[in-house]
C-alpha cells in the first residue's frame, strides 16, 4: 500500500513538469515550399504555398530537382535564457541548411557528406541572442529532387528548448544508429564465438556458416559505420545494401538448415538472388519505383516463404528452436516491409527504420537452434557416455564373471592333470618299484637285506615325487637342494663321489610343479646313467646364473663316456629332451668314449607355464628310466 503511494504521489509530481517540457518545444507539422536558388531566405513576396511534412518531392513535384526553401513561423511570448535547438529526425535531402531569424545557425554539410546514408538526423543549437519576443521565422533550404529511393524532401522538425530536443534526438539515434551498431557488434561477437565452437569441432558445419554468415555481415557494417563521414558514393550504396538485404538468404538457409532441410539446387538459387541483389546500386544506383519496391518485396516474400517451409517440411513433431525460427522469420519479413509501408504512405514516411532489428531477431533465433544443437550434442555425449559406462560396467561384471568360471575350470582342469600327473607318477616310479619288489618276493630268493634296500628306493622315489609338489616361488636353489638331499645318500652308496657346486641364483618365473618335476626327473635321469653305465668315480653338479640366457645346471662326470650319435635314440635321452622341450629350456648332451660326459640344462629366467604338465604316461617305460637310480643303489 506504501508503495502504491509512493507511485501515485511520484506520477502528480512528474506529471506538471512532463507538460512544462512540452511546452517548450514545437514539432512543426506544416510549413511553407518554395522553389528557389537564392541563397538568402526569400521575403514574403515569394509563391510561397503551404504543404504538410514531412513533405516529398516525389510526390508533390515529380521528375523535379533542385534547391527549395521551407518556411516555419512560431511566437514567443518571453525569451528563455536558456539555449534552444533545432532537430531533423531524418535527413531526406542531399544536404539541408538552417536560418533563424535570417541568420545561419548550421548545416548538415558541416557535419556529414552529402553521400552519407539518408535518414541521418541533423541536430543543431540555436543562440539564445538569435530568439526575440513575438513572431519568429525558421528557414530551411534544401537540396533535394525526386528520387524514387530515399523518398526526399523534408520531414517534420523539432524546435525548443536545448535540453529537451537534445533528449528526442538522442531518443531517435538509439532507436536507429545507435541500435544499428550495437547490432553488428553483437553479430560480431557471436561469430566469433560460433568460430571458435567450429575450431572445437570441425563437424559442425552448421557453425561454420553461422559464423561465416554474421562475421561478414558484422565487418560490413562496421566498414560502412567506419566510411559513414566519409564521400564514397558506391561504396556506401553497396555497403548499406548489404547491410540491409545482406543477411536475408544466408538466415533462410540457415534456419532450413537447422530444421534438417538442405535442398542444393534451391539454395543456390537463394546464392545467386543474392549475389544479383548486393551488387544491384553497382549497376542500377539510379532505380525506377519499381526496383525500389522490388527488392524489399522480394526479400519479405523469400523469409515469409521459409517459414512456410519450416512449417510444411520440418519433421515433426516442430521442436521448440524451429518455432522460434519461424517467429523469428515472420517478424523479420515485417520489419522488411516496413520500408514498403512507408513508401506507400501506408504508414508515416518520419516513422523510425526498423529494419536492422531483424539482426537480434536472427541472432536469437539462429543462436536458439545452434545452443540447442550444442546442447543436445553435449547431452547426447553425455548420455552415451552414461550408457557406455553403464555398459562397461556390465561387460565388466560378466567378463568377471566368465573368467571366474575359466579361472574355475582351469583350476579343475589343473587339478585333474596334476591329479593324473601324479598317479601316472606314483604308478610309473613307486608303483612300478613295488611291483619290482612283489616279484622279488614272490621269486623266492629275495633276502632281507636286499629287500630293506628295494623298500627304501621306493621310499625315495616316492619323496622326490613328493618334494615336486611343493611351492617353490621361483626359487631354483631350493629346489636342487631338496634333490641334493634326497640324492647324495643314493649316490654315495654306489661308491661315487658327489660334488655339489650351486652359486646364489635369481628368480625363475612359473617354477610351477610339473616344471619342477621336469627338471627333477632330467636330474634323475642323467645322474641315473651314470651310475648304470659310466663306471664314473666322480659325479659334479654346478649351476650358475648365465647372464641373460638362463641358469645353468651342468652335471660332469669322468667315466667311460659314450657315442652320443648312438645313443641318441634311447628312451632316457628321448624322453630328457621332450621335458626340456616342454620347459622352453635348452639341453646339451656331449660325450666321448673314455672322456667322460657332459649335461648342460639352460633353464629360461621365465618358464612357459602348464608346457610341463604332460604326464609321464606319455612315455611308456619311464618306470624303467626312473627306477635305474634304485637299482644302481640297491
Not at 63 to 86: C, D, H, L, P, V
Not at 458 to 476: C, H, T
Not at 598 to 603: A, E, G, N, P
Request: some cysteine; glycine content about 6%; proline content about 4%.
Amino acid at each position: 500500500m506504501n508503495l502504491f503511494r509512493v507511485l501515485v504521489v511520484a506520477i502528480l509530481f512528474a506529471t506538471p513538469f512532463a507538460a512544462a517540457d512540452a511546452q517548450t518545444t514545437i514539432v512543426f507539422e506544416n510549413a511553407d515550399f518554395v522553389l528557389s536558388d537564392d541563397r538568402h531566405p526569400p521575403d514574403d513576396a515569394a509563391p510561397w504555398q503551404r504543404v504538410s511534412l514531412p513533405h516529398e518531392w516525389r510526390r508533390t513535384h515529380p521528375g523535379k530537382k533542385g534547391t527549395a526553401w521551407y518556411r516555419m513561423k512560431f511566437a514567443r511570448s518571453e525569451i528563455s535564457n536558456a539555449g534552444q535547438a533545432i532537430n531533423l529526425v531524418h535527413r531526406r535531402a542531399s544536404w539541408v541548411d538552417f536560418h533563424v531569424n535570417g541568420s545561419l545557425v548550421g548545416s548538415s554539410r558541416d557535419i556529414m557528406p552529402a553521400s552519407a546514408f539518408f535518414a541521418t538526423p541533423v541536430y543543431l543549437s540555436v543562440p539564445p541572442a538569435l530568439m526575440r519576443t513575438g513572431e519568429n521565422v525558421i528557414h530551411a533550404r534544401v537540396r533535394a529532387d525526386a528520387d524514387p529511393v530515399h523518398m526526399q524532401g523534408f520531414g517534420r522538425l523539432m524546435f525548443g528548448d536545448g535540453r529537451t530536443v537534445r533528449k528526442a534526438a538522442i531518443v531517435e539515434l538509439e532507436k536507429n544508429f545507435y541500435a544499428e551498431r550495437a547490432f553488428f557488434v553483437m553479430a560480431l561477437t557471436a561469430g566469433l564465438i560460433a568460430f571458435f565452437l567450429w575450431i572445437a569441432r570441425r563437424s559442425d558445419r552448421m557453425m561454420l556458416w553461422f559464423s561465416a554468415t554474421f562475421l561478414s555481415w558484422g565487418i560490413a557494417s562496421l566498414v560502412k559505420e567506419a566510411l559513414r563521414w566519409s564521400d564514397y558514393p558506391m561504396l556506401n550504396a553497396l555497403l548499406g545494401w548489404y547491410v540491409v538485404y545482406g543477411l536475408v538468404v544466408p538466415t533462410v538457409i540457415l534456419c532450413l538448415r537447422s530444421a534438417g532441410l538442405r535442398w542444393k539446387r534451391f539454395e543456390l538459387a537463394l546464392w545467386a538472388y543474392m549475389l544479383v541483389e548486393v551488387s544491384w546500386p553497382a549497376w542500377r544506383y539510379e532505380a525506377s519505383p519499381l526496383f525500389t519496391m522490388l527488392w524489399p518485396s522480394a526479400n519479405t516474400v523469400l523469409i515469409l516463404v521459409g517459414a512456410v517451409i519450416m512449417l510444411k517440411a520440418a519433421k515433426r513433431p516442430l521442436a521448440w528452436s524451429c518455432k522460434i525460427q519461424v517467429v523469428a522469420l515472420i517478424a523479420m519479413a515485417g520489419l522488411m516491409f516496413q520500408h514498403v509501408m512507408r513508401y506507400l504512405g501506408w504508414i508515416d514516411v518520419d516513422s523510425a527504420v526498423l529494419r536492422h532489428y531483424h539482426v537480434p531477431l536472427m541472432l536469437l533465433a539462429l543462436g536458439i537452434a545452434i545452443f540447442e544443437r550444442h546442447v543436445l550434442s553435449v547431452w547426447r555425449i553425455e548420455s552415451s557416455n552414461v550408457e557406455l559406462e553403464r555398459r562397461v560396467v556390465e561387460k565388466a561384471r560378466e567378463i568377471e564373471a566368465a573368467h571366474a568360471r575359466i579361472e574355475e575350470a582351469n583350476l579343475a582342469h589343473s587339478l585333474a592333470r596334476e591329479r593324473q600327473r601324479i598317479l601316472g607318477d606314483m604308478h610309473d616310479g613307486v608303483g612300478a618299484s613295488l611291483i619290482g619288489l612283489l616279484r622279488y618276493v614272490q621269486s623266492g630268493k629275495s633276502d632281507a637285506q636286499d629287500l630293506e634296500r628295494r623298500v627304501r628306493a621306493a621310499l625315495q622315489e616316492m619323496r622326490i615325487a613328493v618334494d615336486a609338489l611343493e611351492p617353490a616361488e621361483g626359487d631354483l636353489a631350493a629346489v636342487l637342494g631338496k634333490l641334493r638331499y634326497r640324492l647324495e645318500p643314493l649316490v654315495a652308496a654306489a661308491g661315487v663321489r658327489f660334488v655339489w657346486d650351486v652359486a646364489e641364483l635369481p628368480r625363475v618365473e612359473a617354477l610351477e610343479p610339473p616344471a619342477v618335476f621336469s627338471i627333477q626327473r632330467i636330474v634323475l635321469e642323467a645322474i641315473a646313467n651314470v651310475l648304470n653305465h659310466a663306471s664314473a668315480r666322480e659325479i659334479r653338479v654346478s649351476v650358475r646364473d648365465k647372464a641373460v640366457v638362463g641358469v645353468e645346471i651342468r652335471l660332469e662326470d669322468d667315466g667311460k663316456g659314450f657315442d652320443t650319435s648312438i645313443a641318441a635314440a634311447g628312451l632316457g635321452l628321448r624322453s630328457m629332451r621332450a621335458r626340456a622341450e616342454r620347459l622352453g629350456a635348452k639341453l646339451e648332451i656331449r660325450s666321448n668314449p673314455q672322456r667322460g660326459t657332459t649335461v648342460s640344462l639352460v633353464i629360461p629366467y621365465r618358464l612357459q607355464r602348464g608346457a610341463a604338465e604332460t604326464p609321464d604316461m606319455a612315455f611308456p617305460d619311464a618306470a624303467a628310466a626312473r627306477s635305474t637310480l634304485a637299482r644302481a643303489a640297491g
